[in-house]
């Protein structure tokens, strides 16, 4: 027993240090990841269920370093801890409001476009003043940019409804992100105007064999609805998760409509094809 206690404790250690060394490979990456242009959005379309139309685009980073690719699920966290998601931050910022100009100047799209931002980026105090410089240097409507954060943002409440004001003010939309995944969902929609409430994928998950968690989802679709707000499902996956959903005025993202793609495949696929 004692052997097998000792192996086990090597295999712990084995793995432990391939954990260190695998994070300290993919931080100094990340260190240099924008000098060296590696990041790319990838578009996710968010379609009106009832008439199948798109309404609007998440972007969702990715980055694709020497090694091989890294999932955002990987290096967010990594970038949140380090400090390194302030400048990928703006790099994302930029990026978007880059494209919906390059869109908007050639015809293709007027669709508002999400992108997700951290709480570290929120505590920021040039936040606002640095998005407002963006909306100036690519002369883009305001309404077109969404800002995605999570209930995290919410811990110094505050501060945070402060700068959310503000970007409204500057007609910025405002989503909330995997609305229900945590537990402080409701007090956060207590405390301040949003735009968009986005349904957290482990709600739509199991309703199709769980008449709770259907309950629930219908629940809070209806308290968005009664803020007046849009409400956005995702991780649509199945056919019947539509069916079900069909009747209740929200929009659908997930890889049932279609995975995040590169541009070029979205105005191909999308765009030109008019849906
Ligand atoms: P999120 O903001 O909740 O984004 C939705 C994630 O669910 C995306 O994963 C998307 O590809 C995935 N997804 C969409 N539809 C489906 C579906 O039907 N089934 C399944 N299984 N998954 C689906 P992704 O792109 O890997 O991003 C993961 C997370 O990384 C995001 O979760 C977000 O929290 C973070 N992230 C991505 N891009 C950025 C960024 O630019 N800035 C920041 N701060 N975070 C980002
Ligand atoms: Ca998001
Ligand atoms: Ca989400
Ligand atoms: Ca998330």
């Given at each position: 027993?004692?052997?097998?206690g000792k192996?086990?404790y090597?295999?712990?250690?084995?793995?432990?240090?391939?954990?260190?060394?695998?994070?300290?490979?993919?931080?100094?990456?990340?260190?240099?990841?924008?000098?060296?242009?590696?990041?790319?959005?990838?578009?996710?379309?968010q379609?009106?269920?009832?008439?199948?139309?798109?309404?609007?685009?998440?972007?969702?980073?990715?980055?694709n370093?020497?090694?091989?690719?890294?999932?955002?699920?990987?290096?967010?966290?990594?970038?949140?801890?380090?400090?390194?998601?302030?400048?990928?931050?703006?790099?994302?910022?930029?990026?978007?409001?880059?494209?919906?100009?390059?869109?908007?100047?050639?015809?293709?799209?007027?669709?508002?476009?999400?992108?997700?931002?951290?709480?570290?980026?929120?505590?920021?105090?040039?936040?606002?003043?640095?998005?407002?410089?963006?909306?100036?240097?690519?002369?883009?409507?305001?309404?077109?940019?969404?800002?995605?954060?999570?209930?995290?943002?919410?811990?110094?409440?505050e501060?945070?409804?402060?700068?959310?004001?503000?970007?409204r003010?500057?007609?910025?939309?405002?989503?909330?992100?995997?609305?229900?995944?945590?537990?402080?969902?409701?007090?956060?929609?207590?405390?301040?105007?949003?735009?968009?409430?986005?349904?957290?994928?482990?709600?739509?998950?199991?309703?199709?064999n769980?008449?709770?968690?259907?309950?629930?989802?219908?629940?809070?679709?209806?308290?968005?609805?009664g803020?007046?707000?849009?409400?956005?499902?995702?991780?649509?996956?199945?056919?019947?998760?539509?069916?079900?959903?069909?009747?209740?005025?929200?929009?659908?993202?997930?890889?049932?409509?279609?995975?995040?793609?590169?541009?070029?495949?979205?105005?191909?696929?999308?765009i030109?094809?008019?849906?």
């Amino acid at each position: 027993a004692k052997e097998k206690g000792k192996n086990n404790y090597q295999f712990f250690t084995q793995d432990l240090n391939q954990k260190v060394v695998r994070k300290y490979q993919v931080e100094s990456a990340l260190r240099k990841a924008i000098a060296k242009d590696e990041f790319k959005f990838h578009y996710q379309p968010q379609v009106d269920l009832q008439t199948e139309k798109l309404v609007g685009l998440e972007a969702l980073l990715r980055w694709n370093p020497s090694f091989g690719p890294v999932s955002p699920v990987e290096f967010i966290p990594i970038a949140e801890e380090t400090g390194l998601i302030l400048p990928i931050g703006e790099w994302v910022l930029e990026e978007a409001c880059r494209q919906i100009q390059e869109w908007k100047e050639c015809g293709k799209l007027g669709v508002r476009v999400s992108v997700n931002v951290s709480a570290r980026q929120f505590r920021d105090s040039q936040f606002n003043r640095k998005v407002e410089a963006l909306l100036k240097k690519y002369r883009i409507d305001a309404s077109q940019l969404e800002i995605e954060i999570t209930e995290s943002v919410m811990m110094n409440i505050e501060e945070s409804s402060k700068v959310i004001r503000q970007l409204r003010e500057l007609g910025l939309k405002i989503a909330i992100d995997d609305f229900g995944a945590g537990y402080s969902s409701l007090t956060v929609i207590k405390n301040i105007e949003i735009d968009t409430l986005k349904i957290d994928k482990s709600l739509i998950d199991d309703m199709l064999n769980n008449s709770r968690n259907l309950s629930i989802l219908k629940a809070i679709i209806s308290v968005g609805k009664g803020l007046d707000t849009l409400v956005v499902v995702e991780g649509i996956e199945k056919e019947e998760q539509v069916e079900l959903l069909k009747g209740f005025g929200v929009i659908g993202q997930g890889y049932f409509y279609s995975r995040p793609m590169p541009p070029a495949k979205l105005e191909s696929d999308w765009i030109e094809a008019g849906r």
